[in-house]
């Protein structure tokens, strides 16, 4: 949602995706986003995340 970017909300929900795993112990997070979301990568990176792969999927939306 345009109107929220810049609130702080994406880094709160990434936050409590991180706390649920660990809770699970889990040895890995991973996220995934697509690269043409600028704000979404920089934030994601702002809290230690590295980019290790890309690929390149095709979405069909029903539209002709």
Same mark, same amino acid.
């Given at each position: 949602? &345009? @109107?929220? /970017?810049?609130? !702080?909300? *994406? %880094? =709160?929900?990434? /936050? %409590? !995706? #991180?706390? %649920? *795993? @660990? $809770?699970?112990?889990?040895?890995? =997070?991973? =996220?995934?986003?697509?690269?043409?979301? #600028? &704000? %979404?990568?920089?934030?994601? /990176?702002?809290? !230690?995340?590295?980019? $290790?792969?890309? @690929?390149?999927?095709?979405?069909? $939306? *029903? @539209?002709?």
């Amino acid at each position: 949602m &345009p @109107e929220a /970017q810049g609130s !702080g909300l *994406g %880094a =709160v929900l990434l /936050q %409590a !995706g #991180i706390r %649920a *795993g @660990e $809770t699970l112990r889990t040895s890995r =997070v991973r =996220v995934v986003t697509e690269a043409e979301n #600028i &704000p %979404a990568c920089r934030m994601y /990176q702002r809290h !230690g995340f590295l980019l $290790t792969s890309t @690929e390149l999927v095709w979405h069909r $939306t *029903g @539209e002709h």
